[in-house]
């Protein structure tokens, strides 16, 4: 079965930095699209991040408050696509999700704790 697995989460004060790792299950080269999406409590799931893998077209795409702060990408030979966060704000403070669009379908994964505090 298919899975993406994400891990990196964690508690940090405002202004740091963490980096977030989504890991598929199989080669990366079956999905189109890997996404990170984040929900924080009483919110809905929000669209974060996302970047193309099997794809002619190379396209990253961010929300406006991950712009300038947040940079998604990608290690092929670790089938990892990472979450580099900083500037860190409690607004930030979500559960992150990755997402992975693939061949054979959709998946989430587990979610990985983010908490920005003093």
């Known amino acids: 079965q298919v899975q993406v697995a994400e891990s990196g989460g964690g508690l940090v004060q405002p202004g740091g930095s963490l980096r977030l790792s989504c890991v598929t299950s199989?080669?990366?080269?079956?999905?189109?699209?890997i996404a990170w999406h984040r929900q924080a409590p009483g919110k809905q799931r929000e669209l974060v991040a996302s970047?193309?893998?099997?794809?002619?077209?190379?396209?990253?795409n961010y929300a406006d408050f991950a712009q300038g702060r947040f940079t998604i990408s990608r290690d092929d030979a670790k089938d990892t696509v990472y979450l580099q966060m900083n500037s860190l704000r409690p607004e930030d403070t979500a559960v992150y999700y990755c997402?992975?669009?693939?061949?054979?379908?959709?998946?989430w994964g587990q979610g990985t704790q983010v908490t920005v505090s003093s």
């Open positions: 997402y992975g669009n693939g061949v054979r379908g959709n998946y």
């Open positions: 199989e080669t990366i080269f079956k999905f189109y699209t």
């Open positions: 970047i193309t893998i099997n794809s002619y077209e190379r396209k990253i």
